[in-house]
């Protein structure tokens, strides 16, 4: 035994902890003092073997992490967590809802559990965690597998060549098939929305009615007008009919290869007023923006027909839908414009416009004028700065002589005196015409006091309302349009 600093005996208690009392020195009095010496000695050693076994036996039955003082309360801890784990794992298998991810990118949302191995992500967009699978194509992951040195499972004993070759042949055939059942199956769909146009053909011969085409029924339009036998009233309806088909590009080309242009061309020849005004208006829609079939004009004789009419007495509708004809012939076509010239279109027009209660007609020619000078000046100006043109076709322009033909023919004079016109809009389009004109009319305008009078008149009318429409909130309106032409012209001519 070992003793402690104040003399006390250190005695040990088998219990389920290591404790060490002080036990005092007259505990020993329990040993007889009758004894000698050397008696007390075996006795001891007895004593001290017994105590030994017993300290040996009571170690044995100890945890051996419980000899540090503080080993006791971490095994006390541990088990409770150990526990409290069990219990939040079991807790969150039952309450969280497990998220199946596609290979989309799919938003999570809180609470969702995500099984192993998906991707996640956080969106810094919306703040939303996001989620997908890890997905590698076969390829890729053989690569990585043959980086790595390992060796592809294939067995190359499991089928021949010949048992893919049949394979493949038996798939190529059985794909064959099921696309053919689909194309069948959709056929036999088609058939059940739609009929056969023969059958409708048929149900319309029962009912009199045919099914014709845009061509058969120009045929037929063209075929009744030309008709001797056809009445007034039908070759009218006729030519009536015939013009809206014209109006697609490709029916009046059409018209070309049976000759039934030809033929509404010649309707121009014929004594009936109202036969010329309706061919005068096919043949100007089907001259509209048409190249071939403005050549095939020109070469059948149009040109000179249409200005025959205008220059002879004819009704004022007949008249109008003449120089419909007319504008639609000479306008994007420089060879037409220079027969034009030729045959006196100009001297024709200016008689036009002479005439009494032709304002309508005299609006209608000045525009026309305006617009062949101004499209023979942006062909040369296109000519020069992008050539685009084409040489042959510049070349037309340049012998088109048109500006000196209107001034020799007295057309300085004769646009400025429709001036006077009271309508706006007949206004607007001699001021053009005048601003296109002003280059070669300039010493005849400087000259004429009625345009000067009438350039001031008008200034002031339109001074008045263009004050009207910026009291309205109208910055750029119509009347300050008018108003900033006049002025301009106005500066031109002092």
């Known amino acids: 035994m070992q003793t402690m600093g104040r003399g006390y005996p250190l005695v040990w208690k088998p219990s389920g ?21 050397f008696r007390i000695a075996p006795f001891g050693m007895l004593l001290g073997l017994l105590m030994a076994f017993c300290f040996t036996f009571c170690l044995s039955r100890q945890n051996p992490n419980e000899f540090a003082l503080t ?35 799919q938003a999570l949302r809180p609470g969702q559990a995500v099984p192993a191995g998906s991707h996640v992500r956080l969106n810094l967009q919306t703040g939303a965690r996001e989620v997908k699978l890890q997905y590698e194509d076969k390829f890729q992951s053989n690569l990585k597998r043959l980086k790595k040195g390992k060796r592809l499972d294939i067995n190359t004993n499991t089928y021949t060549s010949q048992d893919l070759k049949s394979a493949l042949a038996k798939f190529k055939e ?17 058939k059940q929305l739609f009929r056969p146009i023969e059958e409708l053909k048929k149900e319309f011969d029962e009912l009199n009615v045919f099914i014709e085409t845009d061509m058969q029924i120009m045929v037929r339009l063209i ?19 015939l013009e809206y088909y014209v109006h697609q590009m490709d029916n009046a ?33 089907a001259f509209s923006s048409n190249p071939k079939v403005q050549v095939e004009a020109i070469e059948g004789g149009a040109l000179q027909k249409l200005l025959v009419i205008l220059a002879t007495e004819q009704p004022p509708t007949a008249k109008k839908k003449v120089l419909f004809a007319l504008c639609s012939l000479l306008r994007h076509f420089p060879y037409a414009q220079q027969q034009f010239l030729k045959l006196g279109g100009l001297q024709v027009l200016k008689g036009l416009v002479q005439e009494k209660n032709m304002e309508v ?23 020069e700065l992008t050539q685009d043109v084409s040489p042959e076709k510049l070349q037309q322009y340049r012998q088109v002589h048109l500006l000196p033909g209107l001034r020799e023919q007295g057309w300085c004079e004769i646009t400025a005196h429709l001036l006077a016109l009271p309508e706006h809009d007949a206004r607007e389009k001699v001021l053009q ?31 008045a309302l263009a004050t009207l429409e910026l009291q309205e909130g109208e910055d750029e309106g119509y009347f300050r349009e008018l108003l900033g032409s006049i002025d301009s012209l106005l500066r031109e001519l002092r």
């Open 361 to 383: 007609l005299a609006v209608r020619v000045v525009t026309l004028l305006y617009d062949l000078v101004t499209e023979k000046m942006f062909a040369e100006e296109e000519a």
């Open 433 to 463: 015409t005048l601003g296109a004109l002003l280059a070669t009319c300039r010493d005849h305008y400087r000259q004429d006091p009625q345009l000067s009078r009438t350039l001031a008149s008008l200034q002031a009318e339109y001074q």
């Open 223 to 241: 075929n009744k007008f030309n008709s001797s036998s056809s009445s007034l009233e039908e070759k009218i309806a006729a030519l009536f009919d």
């Open 174 to 190: 059985g794909a064959q098939t099921e696309s053919s059942k689909e194309d069948e199956a959709r056929q036999a769909e088609v």
């Open 253 to 285: 080309q059409d018209l070309l290869s049976f000759g039934g242009l030809q033929v509404v061309i010649n309707g121009l020849n014929s004594t009936e007023p109202l036969v010329k005004e309706y061919a005068a208006f096919v043949l100007g829609a």
């Open 71 to 105: 080993n006791l309360e971490k095994s006390s801890t541990k088990e409770p967590e150990k526990k409290e784990a069990k219990a939040e794992e079991e807790m969150d298998a039952k309450d969280l809802e497990v998220f199946q991810p596609t290979h989309e990118w």
């Open 17 to 37: 902890r290591r404790q060490f009392w002080p036990a005092p020195i007259g505990s020993l009095s329990m040993i007889p003092q009758s004894l000698s010496p």
